[in-house]
């Protein structure tokens, strides 16, 4: 398995690892107990192997003290995923070095079944300011990258990539990415659709734009609700993906030439009291979110853990 940083590949991405059975505690965790599991957290890496390298993400021990016993387990219904994952999302990267600066945003339209992403070392910030007013508990959505054979972004340090949530809505999509990317879009070019065709027809993902740039598009995004017979049913997400890219990214693309996979998942709902409902994805909760591409390269990521919340 190959680990490289967001802007090397847009590490956006998810799926199912299969993890060994374990027994579920069925004693109650107290809140600040759930509070701290659903935290996406590189502290959280320390506690796999005291912070040292394993082979493979699903190698790493399962921690029973990190499992969420079924009794803190919850229901969430479909139509709040959609709700919460429908808008706009600004997005950062946390370790590897420090800090990585990056003009990175994520629109996701569940009505159209359809998401774009944009991350781009270009020195400046898309998003408008009017998108950054402060909340008191705003909705994220984290991916957690501990440290694993073949993992690049710098000297096995964590990395995170998180996206806050800035805007319950896709309104004003298209001038968004227009700003960010300098390409012009026609009123039938609206969609995140007509937009990442319109991307790739100008050739833009094929010049030397900045120094690293990688953009990513979904569709279908398939939400679902899956029984377990022990507990409350999981929600799974699958979408087909494609990404493109330049620059020094630590996943070399080649010009034109597109990457293309699947990413997917399956989260547990969790119950964390004063602090809201997550949904969380990670070794012994739910299945681990991975990105698999199976043509134009060959890439496989599992993330160690991935939370969203609080729902909306």
């Known amino acids: 398995m190959r680990k490289h940083s967001l802007l090397g590949m847009l590490a956006i991405s998810c799926g199912i690892a299969l993890v060994p059975a374990v027994t579920i505690a069925q004693e109650k965790f107290s809140r600040t107990q759930l509070q701290r599991i659903v935290k996406t957290d590189m502290a959280t890496c320390d506690a796999i192997n005291g912070g ?3 082979k493979l993400v699903e190698d790493a021990p399962i921690r029973k003290e990190a499992i969420v016993p079924l009794s803190n387990r919850t229901a969430i219904p479909l139509e709040r995923v ?20 990056v003009d990175y945003f994520w629109i996701i339209d ?16 898309t998003l408008p300011a009017q998108l950054s007013k402060t909340q008191t508990n705003p909705v994220k959505l984290s991916y957690l990258m501990c440290a694993h054979d073949g993992y690049s972004p710098g000297s096995n340090t ?10 319950d809505t896709t309104d004003g999509s298209m001038a968004i990415v227009q700003r960010a990317t300098g390409v ?27 120094v690293a740039y990688a953009g990513g598009f979904f569709k279908p995004l398939k939400i679902e609700s899956i029984e377990t017979g022990n507990g409350p049913p999981m929600i799974s997400l699958n979408w087909e993906s494609e990404y493109r890219g330049g620059g020094t990214t630590k996943l070399r693309y080649t010009t034109g030439v597109p ?3 699947s990413e997917r998942t399956q989260f547990i709902g ?23 591409v199976v043509d134009g390269g060959n890439y496989d990521l599992s993330f160690d853990q991935v939370s969203m919340g609080p729902m909306q």
């Not at 079944?113 to 070392?121: G, K, M, P, T």
């Not at 964590?158 to 805007?167: C, L, N």
């Not at 012009?184 to 027809?201: C, D």
């Open 270 to 292: 969790v119950e964390t009291g004063g602090a809201g409902q997550f949904m969380l994805s990670s070794p012994g909760n739910g299945k681990l979110w991975k990105v698999e």
């Open 184 to 210: 012009k879009f026609a009123k039938g070019e609206r969609t995140l659709s007509g937009m990442w065709r319109k991307l790739i027809a100008t050739g833009y993902f094929d010049k030397l734009k900045y």
């Open 82 to 101: 959609r709700k919460t994952m429908h808008g706009i999302w600004r997005g950062e990267v946390k370790g590897d070095h420090g800090d990585v600066h």
């Open 110 to 125: 569940t009505q159209s079944n359809e998401a774009l992403i944009i991350a781009q070392r270009s020195g400046r910030t």
């Open 52 to 54: 040292a390298p394993t």
């Open 158 to 167: 964590p990395q995170i990539h998180e996206f806050t949530k800035v805007s």
């Open 259 to 261: 990457m293309r996979g």
